[in-house]
């Protein structure tokens, strides 16, 4: 009997040693006779409650949870303490004395006396809240690019090293007349004619060589024989420093070519500087104008007048006009994007439509015209070297814009241009 109350001042150090440690774990722990009251809280749960654990023992959980909204803690109880599961299970919990909504990830087992009878429960949560949270946001964000990439107007795929499917979007895999599912993972050699695929890969290697993004024109045969025309941008996609697939956009522009083939098929072009007549131009416009109101896309005209070309007439000839005018012709051409179309009004004025274009790429695009102009020289019959320049009135579309309140406004800024000073484009309002 001498040896008691070292004994007891052993496990009394023990039990102290092991409340430490379960104060330290970092989760909720904590005990529950079979009425389901607190006969053992970690200094977690005590935090949580805000009660010395004292204030906890012998307390249910009515007593710290809205139990009307968070009855799962009662039932999850029950399973344990009436039938002994072990229960592992995600548990929402309202704290009564703030409404403040928590998550956590629960275990809870029950305890048995020596003779296997039921006596309490033990439990450890982990507070997940910030988790969830965060889980849900992603989720909204997955969800929300779902949405974009489902209804964009293009195909967009992504694929590996090996030019495998990684995703496609719904557009894509209706071109493949396939689920997308059914294309994950196969390469496009075995999905396209293989004179598509050789085309398709020249886009591909250009990104996988140089690590940046490439676009251009492809064209692409689908499985039901039909001959698509898209204007295709792929972009690289890295993962420890190194190119690990890529992400393509792709969009049909077959009826662009189609009615680019069409104007130079029917030689509809103006003879002299080789771009579109009037008309032509006229009524392209109105269709890429109506085809960028329907996506909600913008328009711009340019129109262009030369400076000082009723001087260069009379100074040096019609002959040698006609030669200049070509030539700052030739300079605008060259300055053209992949879609733009450039048309002669008549005489030394020239229209240009940008579509799919915003004020400042507008304002970009007029300043690259007059600096190729400005650049070229030109050979004068005395010998003098000319440097030609234009002045450019510019004007963007709305939803209610047609071709004629372009022109008009267009026309109305290279007046006021001109009135100001030759080579500094007006941007017009319509």
Not at 69 to 82: E, I, M, P, Y
Not at 189 to 198: G, V
Not at 268 to 289: M, N, P, Q, S
Not at 364 to 381: C, D, G, L, M, T
Request: charged share 30%; net charge negative; aromatic share 6%.
């Amino acid at each position: 009997m001498n040896d008691a109350p070292g004994v007891l001042d052993s496990l009394s150090d023990e039990i102290h040693r092991l409340r430490q440690i379960l104060d330290l774990v970092g989760a909720y722990v904590y005990t529950k006779d079979t009425a389901g009251r607190y006969t053992y809280a970690n200094a977690m749960v005590c935090a949580l409650f805000a009660d010395t654990l004292d204030e906890v023992l012998g307390k249910t959980d009515e007593n710290f949870f809205d139990l009307s909204v968070s009855d799962d803690l009662r039932q999850n109880d029950l399973r344990v303490l009436k039938h002994g599961e072990r229960i592992e299970t995600e548990e929402r919990n309202i704290i009564a004395a703030t409404g403040e909504e928590r998550i956590y990830w629960a275990v809870k087992q029950p305890i048995r006396d020596a003779a296997g009878t039921i006596v309490g429960l033990c439990g450890i949560s982990t507070d997940v809240t910030e988790r969830r949270h965060l889980e849900t946001e992603l989720e909204r964000q997955k969800n929300l690019l779902s949405v974009v990439l489902e209804n964009v107007d293009a195909f967009v795929y992504m694929k590996d090293r090996d030019r495998r499917y990684r995703y496609v979007n719904g557009r894509t895999a209706e071109l493949y007349r396939m689920k997308a599912e059914d294309i994950v993972g196969r390469n496009a050699e075995d999905l396209l004619p293989r004179e598509t695929t050789m085309n398709t890969s020249i886009l591909d290697r250009q990104v996988f060589q140089s690590g940046e993004k490439a676009s251009g024109e492809e064209l692409i045969r689908a499985p039901d024989g039909r001959e698509m025309h898209c204007w295709s941008t792929k972009i690289p996609l890295f993962r420890n420093g190194e190119i690990d697939g890529l992400i393509g956009f792709s969009t049909d522009i077959s009826e662009l070519v189609k009615l680019k083939n069409r104007f130079y098929e029917l030689a509809r072009i103006d003879t002299l500087t080789g771009v579109l007549t009037r008309r032509f131009l006229l009524d392209h416009a109105e269709t890429i104008l109506k085809r960028t109101q329907r996506r909600s896309g913008r328009m711009a005209l340019l129109m262009i007048d030369l400076d000082r070309f009723k001087e260069i007439n009379d100074t040096y000839g019609h002959a040698f006009g006609d030669a200049y005018l070509v030539a700052v012709v030739e300079a605008c051409r060259r300055t053209l994007r992949d879609g733009d179309l450039m048309g002669r009004l008549g005489g030394d004025e020239f229209v240009i439509v940008l579509d799919d274009i915003d004020d400042t790429g507008l304002r970009a695009v007029a300043a690259r015209f007059r600096n190729a102009v400005r650049a070229s020289a030109i050979s004068a019959p005395d010998g003098m070297t000319l440097h030609p320049s234009i002045s450019i009135g510019t004007a963007i579309s709305d939803p209610a814009s047609t071709v004629d309140s372009l022109l008009v406004a267009a026309d109305a800024a290279l007046y006021r241009e001109k009135g100001d000073g030759k080579d500094a484009p007006r941007h017009g309002e319509c």
